[in-house]
Nanobody, 115 residues
Framework: QVQLLESGGGLVQAGGSLRLSCAAS????????MGWYRQTPGKQRELVAG???????NYVDSVKGRFTISRDYTKTMVYLQMNSLKPEDTAVYYC?????????WGQGTQVTVSS
């Protein structure tokens, strides 16, 4: 069974910060690369940040230096700290494995950045 529950989104002004959380019910959590994805209407979902089981991280260029992904193995949580938010960061954010498990997509959490 796979269940990924995202939270922490909201409305924030440009330049502000948000911290997203993902509660992962996933038997392979400890060995899976986990990621945060985002999607805006009419566009494909994109992977914005990933973290390997050993803690290696990777980011899409547009969020480098502003977003930080982390994970807690004890709590089976994945986090995304988002700083210096821009209007173009507005999207629904999802967590999933990398590559994604099709049945792992949850409802996501909406992030809206006002200018």
């Amino acid at each position: 069974q796979v269940q990924l529950l995202e939270s922490g989104g909201g409305l924030v002004q440009a330049g502000g910060s948000l911290r997203l959380s993902c509660a992962a019910s996933l038997s392979s959590f400890s060995i899976s690369t986990m990621g945060w994805y985002r999607q805006t209407p009419g566009k494909q979902r994109e992977l914005v940040a990933g973290i390997t089981r050993s803690g290696g991280v990777n980011y899409v260029d547009s969020v480098k230096g502003r977003f930080t992904i982390s994970r807690d193995y004890t709590k089976t949580m994945v986090y995304l700290q988002m700083n210096s938010l821009k209007p173009e960061d507005t999207a629904v954010y999802y967590c999933n494995t990398v590559p994604a498990i099709s049945r792992g997509w949850g409802q996501g959490t909406q992030v809206t950045v006002s200018s």
